[in-house]
């Protein structure tokens, strides 16, 4: 069966550490993945994208790698801030245009 | 950056009456718009893809003629759940792409509570 797993529910950092969140996906084959933040009772908002034939990408503080072979992704965020406290999302993207399908999600919460 | 206006963002009903939720994009076009719904702790789950003048697409198990969706402008789609059960509270989500953009953008989300 098809599934996207975000393996941990929660995780707890100290602030300036480093968050890693993992993204595992079985029986599909993206074309790109994407990362998106949402907070409590409000939609998600958009992070990054990644593709199928890329291998990292980076926006500030944040960096997404994405490896086919073992279908997974992972999201880090460096420096850690308290206001990173958030869920994140991750989402797969089979064809341009259409729906993306999500993971649960992973709440990370940033103490100071 | 492009926006998606989603109203109302909390609407209590009875059970057995109708709601409209209303997903308007601001300042762009979307031919297409996607209905997620949210429940606690779970994953968005895509109920139908919507598509300006023509009928929308659901996903297996979403029942048409209980949650309409009409799609009558290139800015404009609305969800009507109808004849509302206790069953039907959760948190829907709309979503559209602006062409030029490489993500998503998401309305607010509506929490629907029937009583």
């Known amino acids: 069966s098809q599934k996207i797993e975000q393996n941990s529910e929660a995780l707890n950092i100290q602030e300036g550490k480093t968050a890693t969140l993992t993204c595992n996906y079985t029986?599909?084959?993206?074309?790109?993945l994407q990362w998106y933040r949402q907070d409590p009772g409000r939609g998600p908002v958009f992070l990054l994208l990644i593709r199928e034939n890329e291998k990292e990408k980076r926006k500030e503080r944040l960096k997404v790698t994405f490896d086919t072979t073992l279908k997974q992704s992972l999201f880090h965020i460096t420096a850690s801030q308290p206001a990173d406290s958030a869920t994140y999302l991750c989402a797969l993207g089979e064809q341009a245009g259409t729906a993306l399908i999500f993971g649960k999600g992973t709440t990370l919460s940033v103490s100071s | 950056g492009a926006v998606v206006s989603q109203h109302p963002s909390r609407v209590i009903c009875k059970s057995g009456t109708s709601v409209k939720i209303e997903c308007r994009s601001l300042d762009f076009q979307a031919t297409t718009m996607f209905w997620y719904r949210q429940f606690p702790k779970q994953s968005l789950m895509l109920m139908a893809t919507s598509n300006e003048g023509s009928k929308a697409t659901y996903e297996q198990g979403v029942e048409k003629d209980k949650f309409l969706i009409n799609h009558a402008s290139l800015t404009l789609s609305t969800l009507t759940v109808t004849s509302a059960h206790p069953e039907d509270s959760s948190f829907y989500i709309c979503?559209?792409?602006?062409?030029?953009?490489?993500?998503?953008?998401f309305g607010s989300g509506t929490r629907l509570t029937v009583v």
């Open positions: 029986n599909y084959s993206p074309a790109y």
């Open positions: 979503s559209a792409r602006e062409g030029g953009n490489p993500g998503y953008t």
